[in-house]
């Protein structure tokens, strides 16, 4: 009878001691005080707090602010310096916000990237950087979400002169960007164990309100949302909305080279857009955005067009005409009559629906180095880039 008690009790301070101490790590120890004495006050008097083990997910979870958080225990999210905004998973886990700025390195999923003291205005001067190591061998690409991303215009040739964010260390190539990005999301495939390194350069000199909140998402190699090898940007649905970089319908204020007025499109592009082929649909549509006079001006003189050109057919331009600024659609064929168009380019002032069975679905974007007026090229005037809504086409 008395070994049975001893074991007893050594047995229950064991289950007790794990216990509490699983509770304890999910649980802030006044909410553990508040359900403990809510328990006793129920069921009379205790002898051991016997609190199940519990384990969660470390999935996305939901925060009072814009931000989504990681679903972790209190004393795991507080080692990281992270925030926390609201429980999780039947309240056994704490929503954890891990945000850093510069001068930062993280190894940690959903991290958020941040201009100092955003969402106030950042002046400059400095160039801020992260550095992002992978979470573990798993991992193969790093999804760059630009929630909020609002950098100084280029230059009236389309360079990043005042502002660029730049992205090296990973086995793909991301040119310079700037100006207005918020919205766009980026994929770069890690290069093994290399870090992959996020630099935002802004100049001083030029007093504008520039911001930016970075998500950075880390990928599985066998993730179903990975983009395929050579996509810099990656859209998957029936239907969406693809904008270059830095698309916009207000012009740049900035003056060229040839002292016209610059352009929004960024120069010495070159990269590949996917769209995943969703089951069932065999063909994909590509068309001018709508109401939207400026949602395809990849070339030629904006100023000087009217009405009867600007983002109509009349202004759209194939073929061997376009060989500075233009978009690659592979097999193109022209949406009303499914004739063949002859020729994968396109640019101009204006874009004629086509449609394309060429698998995968990819457009491509290829912007040269020279903007304005040239002893060689016909003037390009206050370019806006390309905003194209992709319909896909049931089989």
């Not at 073929?319 to 640019?347: H, Q």
């Amino acid at each position: 009878m008395g070994n049975n008690v001893f074991w007893f009790i050594i047995a229950a301070s064991f289950v007790a001691i794990a216990a509490f101490t699983v509770y304890e790590d999910n649980i802030d120890d006044k909410e553990f005080d508040d359900d403990l004495e809510e328990v006793t006050e129920r069921k009379g008097k205790i002898l051991f707090p016997f609190v199940s083990i519990v384990r969660f997910a470390n999935t996305d979870c939901a925060s009072a602010n814009t931000m989504n958080g990681t679903c972790l225990a209190r004393r795991e999210c507080n080692n990281l310096n992270g925030t926390i905004t609201g429980t999780c998973a039947s309240r056994r886990g704490r929503c954890c916000i891990v945000s850093r700025s510069c001068g930062s390195a993280t190894n940690v999923n959903n991290t958020y990237f941040t201009s100092p003291g955003y969402p106030a205005a950042f002046s400059g001067g400095q160039t801020c950087s992260i550095i992002v190591q992978r979470c573990n061998a798993n991992v193969c690409q790093l999804r760059i979400d630009f929630l909020d991303m609002v950098l100084a215009q280029p230059n009236g040739d389309g360079v990043c002169a005042t502002d660029s964010i730049t992205i090296t260390g990973g086995n793909t190539v991301v040119p310079p960007i700037c100006g207005d990005n918020t919205g766009q999301t980026l994929f770069v495939d890690f290069n093994g164990n290399t870090a992959i390194t996020i630099t935002v350069t802004a100049t001083m000199a030029t007093t504008f309100a520039r911001r930016w909140n970075i998500r950075l998402i880390q990928l599985g190699c066998d993730c179903p949302g990975i983009a395929p090898n050579g996509c810099l940007q990656y859209y998957t649905g029936t239907t969406g909305i693809i904008n270059s970089f830095n698309y916009g319908t207000t012009s740049n204020t900035g003056l060229s080279a040839s002292l016209v007025t610059g352009t929004r499109q960024i120069a010495n592009l070159n990269y590949g857009i996917c769209i995943r082929m969703e089951a069932g649909f065999c063909a994909i549509q590509y068309a001018q955005a709508p109401n939207d006079a400026f949602s395809f001006t990849v070339t030629g003189d904006v100023e000087g067009a009217d009405n009867t050109v600007l983002g109509t057919q009349v202004g759209a331009l194939n073929g061997g005409t376009c060989t500075t600024d233009f978009v690659v659609i592979p097999n193109p064929t022209v949406g009303t009559t499914g004739a063949s168009v002859g020729n994968d380019r396109f640019c101009g002032l204006g874009f004629v629906t086509v449609q394309s069975t060429a698998k995968p679905f990819v457009l491509y974007v290829v912007t040269n180095g020279n903007e304005g007026a040239t002893a060689t090229t016909p003037p390009d005037v206050a370019n806006r880039g390309f905003s194209l809504v992709y319909t896909q086409i049931a089989c």
